[in-house]
Every structure is written in structure tokens, then in C-alpha cells.
């Protein structure tokens, strides 16, 4: 009996949470999981409900200025040259940045028809230091050059969509924007041919090609490259050191 007697109790303990359920329905019925998250679901609701204006709120900002750089971009393609020359002799530190007063005299004097608002925007984004001071190249070069690689374009083809490395793109020096602006035009007329023959170079179809055979496309095309250009485009795509550059991520930065 003694031996049996604890084998009743711990029966009789382990049932009493049945049986009390069973005696009071009502209170094991209010922590069903079903109502206990519809409560939850009610309290969350409220959250919930606030985080779309708050994203809504924030990125508001970034679309508007995107639409005014959009709205501008065909006055800044027609004229960039004559900004980048302005902008250029009120950069007296070669710097790449000139104070905000001088760029709204440069948008006004170029009929960049922006509002205060549209300016403010403008020159708030590109104030990348924080100091009052207008970031020109920054913002010539999103307007007319494309030198973050993107995932789609149509310059990109099954053969040459694997390249061996990701660009690791090196600095962007002002030599190198010079030289990029300076062929621009001459790449934008012929861009298409000049894939196709940086392809018959490359024979493994590795996207890649020595420096000596991209030079000579280029030749071939009447863009001659002074060494200075040629070093700070080569600073720029082979920034390993590896003696070849991907003629697809050159091409892409005139190309979107």
C-alpha cells in the first residue's frame, strides 16, 4: 500500500488540471489560443497600420527628387559641357565641389527651370559633406554617365553574364571624369559596333580583354586616350591590377 499510495497521488495531481477544466468550461475557454490572437492580432493592428505612412513619409522626399533630376535631364545633357566649364573655374581647390550660392547662379544662368523648392531638393541631396557645398560631379555624373553596374541592361547576354570577378570599381578621380565626358559622345554614335568587335577579341568569352587589345578597339574608332585618361580609366576598372578590363561594365556607363 505504501508503495501505491504516491502512484495515486501523482495520478491524482496530474488529473486535477483535467478535471477543473472540466468543471469550470468558461475558464479554460478565455486562454484559447484562438481568441488570446485575435487580441494580439487586434493589438497589432495598430502598428501595423502606422508603418505604411511612415515608409510612405520617408521616401516621399527621394521620388520627388528623382522626378526634378528626370525633368532636368535633357537640359543637363545639351549643356553639361558649359556647366562642368563654369563649375570648374568657381573650383578653385579642385575640390569637385563649389559653394550652393555658385550652382544656384550656374542653374539659373543655364535655365535649369527649377522652383526653390525643386533647388533646395537638389542641392540638398548633392551637400554630401554636410558643409553647404554643391558636389558638381556627383551630380553631372548621375546625369550623363551610369557608373554603378546594374543588374539588367541591354548590354548584358547569356555568353558574357558571368563574369569572373564583380567590378570592385577603383576611385573616381577628376582625370577619369574628364576623360569619360570627353569620349561620351563619340561612344554614344558608335557603341554597337564597337561591342561586337570588343567580342571578336574576346575569344573565351570571358567579358574580359587585355589592355593593349582595348586600346586598339578604341583606336580602331578613332578614341584616342592620352595616357593620363588611359591610367585613370584603368584606375577605375581594373582595380585589382589584373591587366584586363570588362568592356561590358565600360560600355555600360554610357549606355542605361
Known sequence: MPSITPGVTSS???????????????????????K?????????????????????????PILNCETIENKIRKNIQHSWRGILKVCKEKDVGKLGEIPVSDFLDIAEKFNLDLSEGEIKQITTKYDLKK?????????????????????????????IQKPQKPLSPGPQTMSFFSAMLRIQPQ?????????????????SHTGLLRIADFRQVLHDYRINLT??????????????????????????AFIQ
Open 36 to 60: 488570446t490572437s485575435s487580441s494580439l492580432v487586434g493589438q497589432k493592428s495598430i502598428p501595423a497600420s502606422s508603418r505604411p505612412q511612415t515608409t510612405a513619409t520617408s521616401s516621399a
Open 227 to 252: 595616357e593620363e585618361e588611359l591610367f585613370s580609366i584603368l584606375e577605375y576598372y581594373d582595380k585589382t591590377l589584373s591587366s584586363k578590363i570588362s568592356y561590358n561594365d565600360f560600355l555600360q
Open 187 to 203: 561612344i554614344l554614335h558608335c557603341w554597337r559596333p564597337m561591342k561586337r568587335t570588343f567580342k571578336s577579341y574576346d575569344e
Open 131 to 159: 558643409n553647404g557645398r554643391f558636389a558638381y560631379y556627383d551630380f553631372l555624373q548621375s546625369r550623363i554617365l551610369f557608373l554603378k553596374p546594374q543588374e539588367s541592361s541591354l548590354l548584358q547576354r547569356v555568353i
Open 12 to 34: 491524482e495531481t496530474s488529473t486535477k488540471p483535467a478535471t477543473h477544466a472540466m468543471q469550470n468550461p468558461r475558464v479554460s475557454s478565455q486562454p484559447e489560443r484562438p
